[in-house]
């Protein structure tokens, strides 16, 4: 019944080595999402795609890359993590605003990153 | 610039007291409105949502909110609450475009 399935649920990696996190939908929705989420904060939107079109936020550091191969795989690249990166990766789903209903987003699970 | 506030970081209230859960937006016209929550280690789950017409809308889990556009503010009921419902709960906005604005969060702790 997961209708957005991150893997892994939790990943370490070390200060420094690449990390790549996954995201699948089955919802064929246009609009996919990444999120990062610190402890007890707002999840802050990093980056989405409408279908093959991506677009960044203005204050996403350039050390965070996406990719969506297909529409239904979205993958969120972590060149070089730091220390401070360390934090939930939550991906999101939607269809397209001028769709019904209103742009709902549906979120998977997270994936927990610590950096060693 | 459109924003969305909750008042309140942390609430306490006793399994089967009522609940409310404050929020305040900003914005010039009628935003889309959302409650999600989001237990301890999970992704953040879609409770109800508001986009037009009757302004108490009912949710999943039992919750319902109304919006009141005199007060800017789409508050999050219970009548009841379970130990489950503990959790932290976000009230987000969206004018109709791709970006959510979230609150700051609310987290909910459930005494037996």
């Known amino acids: 019944d997961a209708m957005v399935i991150q893997n892994p649920r939790y990943q370490v990696t070390q200060f420094g080595k690449p990390v790549t996190l996954s995201c699948s939908q089955t919802l064929n929705h246009n609009v996919m999402y990444w999120y990062q989420q610190k402890s007890s904060q707002a999840p802050k939107l990093l980056f989405h795609y409408y279908d093959k079109d991506f677009n960044n936020e203005a204050d996403t550091p350039d050390n965070f890359q996406s990719r969506r191969p297909n529409t239904s795989f979205c993958f969120l690249d972590i060149r070089s993590p730091g220390l401070g990166d360390a934090a939930m990766y939550l991906c999101?789903?939607?269809?397209?605003?001028?769709?019904?209903?209103?742009?709902?987003?549906?979120f998977g699970a997270g994936t927990r990153l610590s950096v060693l | 610039a459109q924003s969305v506030t909750q008042p309140d970081i942390h609430i306490t209230v006793s399994e089967g007291a009522s609940l409310e859960l404050r929020c305040n937006y900003s914005y010039g016209a009628t935003p889309y409105l959302f409650w999600y929550v989001q237990s301890p280690g999970q992704g953040l789950q879609l409770l109800l949502k508001?986009?037009?017409?009757?302004?108490l809308v009912q949710g999943i889990k039992g919750f319902e909110a109304e919006f009141k556009r005199s007060q800017s503010s789409f508050n999050l009921r219970k009548p009841s609450v379970h130990w489950s419902d503990a959790a932290e709960y976000f009230c987000a906005s969206t004018s109709g475009t791709y970006k959510y604005i979230f609150g700051t969060g609310t987290r909910l702790k459930v005494l037996a």
């Open positions: 508001y986009f037009s017409g009757d302004t």
């Open positions: 999101a789903t939607s269809r397209s605003p001028g769709d019904s209903p209103k742009n709902i987003q549906y």
